[in-house]
Structure formats: C-alpha cells, structure tokens
C-alpha cells in the first residue's frame, strides 16, 4: 500500500497506508511554513491525515512584492 503524492510536477509513491500532513513535509525534508499540502482540492491543516486514495500535491508557498 502507498500514498501517492504530487510534488513538484512529480509523483512521489510513500510506502504507507496513512499519514499526517506534517509528517509528509518532514520526510520531503519541507517546513509547514514554506509549503502547503493540499488534499482532495483542499488546503489542510498540518495535523490532518492523509490516507492512500486521497488525492495529495505539495505546493511550496511563495511570497513577493515591494513594499
């Protein structure tokens, strides 16, 4: 059983049946603050599960502008 997982324009197969959100970005070596994962079309907290069927991409949050 695996998660898939979408990360940067690849599909990232984990070896687990479920997992939760802040788990997943430590492993892609990531920081809640400086990606965000998204599941079934949502933004989720760091603390939901994610399970294998669901559908989940990791996005980096990037932030610009002047002043």
């Known amino acids: ?5 979408v990360y940067r324009g690849k599909e990232i197969e ?8 802040k788990e ?5 070596g990531l920081s809640p603050l400086s990606a965000l994962v ?6 989720v ?4 599960l ?3 069927g669901d559908e989940v991409r990791v996005v980096n949050a990037i932030s610009g502008g002047s002043v």
């Open 1 to 5: 059983m695996a998660l898939k997982v």
């Open 14 to 21: 984990l070896p687990v049946k479920e997992i939760k959100a």
């Open 24 to 28: 997943l970005l430590k492993r892609l």
């Open 38 to 43: 998204i599941k079934n079309g949502e933004v």
């Open 45 to 48: 907290s760091e603390d939901e």
């Open 50 to 52: 994610l399970r294998e």
